[in-house]
């Protein structure tokens, strides 16, 4: 029922000014990248979903942990039960607000860099984060977010086994790109 | 005897080095060859998730499922993949699911009935299915 109500507040407000100024994705791309001398390892999640008010700069992205894609079925079977443990904690996030950004700006072509702070929560720790990242305005009018950073496993309390440590890198690089539709 | 136990050492050395390497390389199952775990409808599969979550989880995620329902949109592909939105009679939330673009044919389109089965990855704004397959 709450996430019905979360929804309709999201999706079926009255056509206000704040209302005009939200823009939401169901099909972003997060991806992660593991690169050591000993192997390489990356996953893929196209189904990211992220809603963000230009008129307040609050943004909130989420991910199901079940959806990232490896080439390896054993590498997605050890990122799930060992390391994320998704049966547990099923989801990631992040809910903050970009600061600087204006939703005159997006509407205008052209490119910002933004930053965002707030909380990024996964395997069942949240912590607070600062995020650099660029909103692509085209003359079409479509609006694109990315963003690229790393994250350490330990600080969201992901143990990853001494006999596979050197095969996993220190900082995980995580990769964002979101394509707003106006909502 | 000694001859015999080295052959022997080595034969089960090259099968477990072989199952490892197999192993290590193994790749996802195609989801067409999965038996579902359960058949169920678009709006009964919604229905289970935003009644109780957690319970929903449990029961469906990293599970195959199959859905029988009707197409509410095919969404323009995006890097490869294409999403079926089922309906659920629910405007603001559907099951989504996620194709790879090679696997869908056309005449997949609003308004065809649908088999379809996909590995659960949870509820968002949808309920989604990845790795889906039609069920012919």
Known sequence: MTKHLILAALFAAPLTLAAQERYATRTGHISFHSDTPMEKIEAHNHKSTSVLDASTGAVEFAVLMKGFEFDKALMQEHFNENYVESDKFPKAGFKGKFNGLTADDLKKAGTKEVTAEGEMSMHGVTKPVTIKGTFTMEPTGAVKASSTFTIKPEDYNITIPGMVRDNIAKEITIKVQMDYVKM | ?136
């Open chain 2, 1 to 136: 005897m000694r001859r015999a136990f080295l052959i022997i050492v080595v034969l089960v050395a090259v099968g477990a080095g072989w199952y490892g390497w197999t192993e290590y390389n193994r790749t996802a199952e195609d989801t067409a060859d999965l038996d579902a775990a359960e058949t169920l409808d678009p709006a009964a599969l919604l229905q289970a998730f935003t009644a109780d979550e957690n319970a929903a989880n449990a029961r469906f995620n990293g599970k195959v499922l199959e859905v029988h329902g009707e197409v509410r949109a095919v969404n323009a592909p995006e890097n490869g993949l294409v999403d079926v939105v089922l309906e659920t009679g629910d405007p603001l939330a559907g099951v989504v699911c996620q194709f790879a673009q090679a696997d869908l044919p056309n005449n997949v389109v609003a308004g065809a009935p649908v088999r379809i089965k996909g590995l659960c990855t949870g509820l968002l704004m949808d309920v989604v299915l990845q790795r889906c397959a039609l069920v012919e």
